[in-house]
């Protein structure tokens, strides 16, 4: 859960709601399984806290994360354990649960 004001879903602006389904298409299908760990922390949202936690900045959501899945795309020379690697270490080094 943020710490900080979110939008809930039931008043997003449409810039907000086409900001959020925007980015969403770019990430790999098991990103939609929800994780049980994460639940306690995501409680009271309408999705995944770190996404909702910039609900104020539609704009700057969509942009932050569609460049992060732009970076996930199968495409690229990097193996999905590689992407998943990287994310973990870097989560861990700044001691960060996701």
């Not at 879903?9 to 990430?27: F, K, N, R, S, V």
């Not at 690229?76 to 690697?85: A, C, G, I, W």
Request: proline share 9%.
């Amino acid at each position: 859960m943020t710490w900080i004001k979110t939008i809930p879903m039931a008043e997003a602006t449409p810039e907000l709601g086409q900001a959020i389904e925007g980015q969403m298409h770019m990430y790999p299908p098991e990103y939609k399984i929800p994780v049980e760990s994460l639940m306690q922390h995501e409680s009271g949202c309408d999705g995944p806290a770190i996404i909702m936690a910039h609900s104020l900045l539609p704009q700057t959501l969509y942009h932050t994360f569609a460049t992060y899945g732009t970076l996930l795309s199968p495409d690229l020379p990097l193996t999905r354990k590689q992407h998943e690697m990287i994310a973990a270490t870097v989560s861990s080094l700044n001691k960060c649960h996701y």
